[in-house]
């Protein structure tokens, strides 16, 4: 396999756009590729990213007519789906094929509009990536799953609910505070000094889950152009390579043997690390899936960042933070920056190439910046997962 | 070496369809493997432990330990009229964990709840939208008992 290279990246405003789903991938895309400074006809496939279209729009096979938008000619163009995974599984299918010599440069990324749905209607559409025959007629929301998950991993560890929701809340406040100063964000400047107690006391949703510890529906889209890693230094000086990548499949939830350990993250983490040939000690910042503050947690957990149980106490005492032993969501994660399921996984590869050529916004950066840095992208209840191990400099 | 294609071979002993059947008789239909002899529930075309693939039909007892519960405030679409409700993991007796819904009061439902046993106590029944492929049945578990 050859190495490839991230050499152009595009992000569009998260948060409600008047744009349609194809045009906020196309913007999002002529981003990435003025980024890179190549030409449209430079694009020998595309891979997006898309949940929920058939919804939201009423358009399935968005990538076809993606492809067409940007006058890309009869190009292979593909939908990925991996519910809020969708992008990730793009990109790194992407990545294996130019990795595989098939084609040298490409688009991936992702795209989603989903606040047109409205809650109650969006609520049941991602509730659809949940096992529909089992957990369907139980009335399973996304916030119900973590919910759920939250309180095993308070009976696991023994601690006190109110206590475990006071450290959740904390993953909370560290994301929106960085989710305000990200002029891409949803919530930007909103909520950047929020308090343990607003999201404690916020409305609830399932619980013990708060409107504050989920992230909100959005609008949005992000794209990246890979290339072969050879040619990457033609087009930049600071390509991003990636190093590694790894994908999960999770099943029912109640086949899994503990929902605060699902098999399909730690898999998947591992596999990241293997074809990266780094540790978790080697990784100096993460983009993890926090959909929900609980998540944040058994992400950090699963990936191998912290010990089990350990990732509530090492977030309330701020090691996720700016300075920290791991910085974590500095982009302000899901739950600051805004969830646009088919993108979040290229705003996530996005927020780490930022950090790595040293432009994120300010209060956002960390110094030095980072050599290593890695994503994790969940989709569904812990059906899909999908890591990439990000690096500036080939391994 | 191939077998070739039995035509006729039923390969799916127990389907979704006989599943919620069951629990709408007030039954929890399992799988019981020749092989590693342990019950999947719900219904797989393979051992859930060993993906053995010679299964029987079996009868659980509904009896098992309730795993975790959340109360769901803010619902889908098509289930406002159930709010608030308690969807739940419970772990049967014989191994297998199964989602379902709890029947115990909202305001009452609170972390102590977890690793109480319950026991089947009837079914609840989604009517279905456009997009569930008609109604949809789960278990419905209540506290035994014996947990005062």
């Known amino acids: 396999m050859r190495d490839v290279a991230i050499i152009g990246i595009g992000h569009t405003k998260f948060g409600r756009a008047a744009k349609t789903s194809i045009e906020l991938f196309s913007e999002a895309a002529l981003q990435a590729i003025d980024d890179a400074g190549v030409e449209l006809k430079d694009i020998e496939a595309l891979f997006q990213g898309a949940a929920l279209p058939g919804f939201e729009e009423g358009q399935v096979m968005p990538a076809g007519f993606s492809a067409a938008d940007l006058n890309l000619g009869p190009i292979p163009a593909t939908r990925y789906e991996g519910a809020c995974a969708s992008a990730s599984v793009a990109i790194r299918d992407a990545a294996l094929w130019v990795g595989a010599g098939e084609y040298d440069m490409v688009l991936a990324g992702g795209t989603e509009k989903a606040v047109i749905m409205g809650v109650p209607f969006a609520t049941r559409t991602f509730a659809m990536a949940c096992h529909a025959p089992t957990e369907g007629p139980a009335g399973l929301t996304f916030p119900g799953v973590f919910a759920m998950a939250a309180r095993l991993y308070a009976r696991n560890y023994d601690l006190p609910l109110d206590a475990l929701r006071e450290k959740m809340a904390s993953v909370s406040v560290k994301n929106h505070r960085h989710g305000a100063l990200n002029p891409l964000a949803q919530f930007y400047n909103k909520m950047g000094d929020l308090k343990v107690e607003d999201v404690v006391n916020s409305k609830m949703v399932a619980d013990p ?27 930049t000086d600071e390509p991003v390579y990636i190093l590694g990548t790894g994908q999960g499949s999770g099943g029912p939830l109640s086949k899994m043997e503990d929902l605060t350990k699902p098999d399909s993250r730690i898999s998947s983490a591992k596999t990241a690390f293997e074809r990266a040939g780094l540790s978790p000690k080697d990784i100096d910042i993460l983009e993890v899936h926090d959909c929900f503050t609980i998540a ?5 957990e699963c990936m191998g960042f912290f010990e089990w149980g350990e990732a509530a106490d090492a977030t309330a005492e701020g090691q996720t933070e700016l300075g920290g032993r791991i910085p974590v969501n500095m982009s302000g994660g899901l739950i600051g920056k805004g969830h646009p399921i088919g993108a979040t996984g290229a705003s996530q590869v996005y927020w780490i190439v930022k950090q790595m050529r040293g432009e994120a916004p300010k209060g956002n950066q960390i110094n030095p910046f980072p050599e290593y840095g890695m994503t994790d992208t969940l989709g569904g209840d812990f059906g899909t997962l999908c890591h990439i191990i990000l690096g500036r400099s080939k391994k | 070496m191939g077998k070739g294609i039995e035509m006729d071979k039923e390969y799916l002993v127990l389907t979704y369809a006989d599943y919620e059947g069951g629990i709408r008789d007030g039954k929890l239909l399992g799988l019981r493997c020749a092989a590693c002899k342990k019950i999947t529930c719900h219904p797989m075309p393979v051992c859930q432990w060993c993906s053995g693939r010679t299964l029987e039909r079996t009868e659980l007892s509904g009896e098992g330990e309730l795993v975790t519960f959340t109360v769901i405030r803010i619902p889908s679409e098509g289930f406002e009229d159930d709010v608030p409700y308690i969807p739940c993991l ?33 079914a609840y029944t989604y009517k279905g939208d456009k997009f569930s492929g008609g109604p949809r049945t789960c278990p419905v578990f209540s506290l035994e008992l014996s947990n005062g």
């Open chain 2, 90 to 122: 419970v772990k049967t007796k014989e191994g297998p964990s199964v989602v379902g819904r709890l029947d115990y009061d909202t305001e009452r439902a609170t972390q102590e709840l977890l690793g109480k046993q319950v026991k089947l106590s009837g």
């Open chain 1, 296 to 300: 944040e947690l058994i992400a950090l």
């Open chain 1, 209 to 235: 889950l708060t409107l504050l510890d989920c992230c909100p529906f959005s609008d949005g889209a992000s794209t990246l152009v890979l290339c072969a890693a050879e040619d990457a230094r033609k087009y």
